[in-house]
């Protein structure tokens, strides 16, 4: 069954201080793996996007893993400031050929940073 | 470009009422997928289209749903009768290919 696994549900962290957010995933046959922040009240914004041969990607204070063995990636953000507070979600595309895949979201972890 | 729009932002109807989502995707995007969102079950797919066709409607939970594409600028997601199970937030999304936008959501509350 293809299912995307996220930990921890929440998370509640100082201003200034990193964090690591997990996801493993079961989906296949594999063709990319997306973070997105969703602000409260907000849709999802693309964070990062990686494929099978890309190990790690930044964006800013934002750095995503990933390691196709072990099905698992990780989101690590740095220096947090206070608009990091969000859900963050992991999405897997399953491989369709040349069609667009389909998407299997986690749940996500709901980041809160305090001052 | 200003996005994914959705509208309206909050909808609260009563059951039974008909309820229609409106969705305009950003210009050239040729992938629409509306997804409703709760707190239990996360981000569901409902459905999709490409080329303003419906791709996959698996999602779709009832016959009570349904959902339009009439030309490549305008995308409709309508429930008919609503039920207060239908409470959640819908989003629009439109993409090129991987890279997916989401609008900003229509709030549903069904009492």
């Known amino acids: 069954k293809n299912q995307v696994e996220q930990s921890p549900q929440s998370l509640i962290i100082l201003e200034g201080k990193n964090c690591t957010l997990q996801?493993?995933?079961?989906?296949?046959?594999?063709?990319?793996l997306r973070w997105y922040k969703q602000d409260t009240g907000r849709g999802p914004v693309s964070l990062t996007i990686m494929t099978f041969s890309e190990n790690t990607k930044s964006n800013g204070r934002y750095t995503a893993t990933l390691d196709a063995d072990t099905k698992q990636s990780s989101l690590h953000i740095t220096a947090s400031q206070l608009s990091d507070s969000a859900s963050y979600i992991c999405?897997?595309?399953?491989?369709?050929?040349?069609?667009?895949?389909?998407?299997?979201f986690g749940r996500g972890t709901q980041l809160t940073v305090w001052p | 470009d200003a996005g994914v729009i959705q509208s309206p932002r909050h909808e609260v109807t009563e059951m039974g009422q008909e309820v229609t989502l409106r969705c305009k995707p950003i210009?050239?995007?040729?992938?629409l997928f509306w997804y409703r969102q709760t707190m239990m079950r996360g981000l569901e797919l409902l459905i999709y289209?490409?080329?303003?066709?419906?791709?996959?409607d698996s999602g779709m939970p009832e016959d009570r749903f349904s959902a339009k594409m009439p030309n490549a600028s305008f995308s409709t997601l309508k429930i008919q009768p609503s039920e207060p199970r239908d409470s959640a937030v819908y989003f629009c999304a439109s993409s090129t290919r991987e890279k997916l936008f989401f609008g900003s959501g229509t709030q549903l509350s069904v009492l």
């Open positions: 996801c493993n995933y079961t989906v296949s046959p594999f063709s990319n």
């Open positions: 999405v897997v595309s399953a491989n369709r050929g040349s069609t667009l895949g389909r998407l299997y």
């Open positions: 289209f490409n080329n303003n066709v419906p791709i996959d």
């Open positions: 210009s050239g995007h040729d992938y």
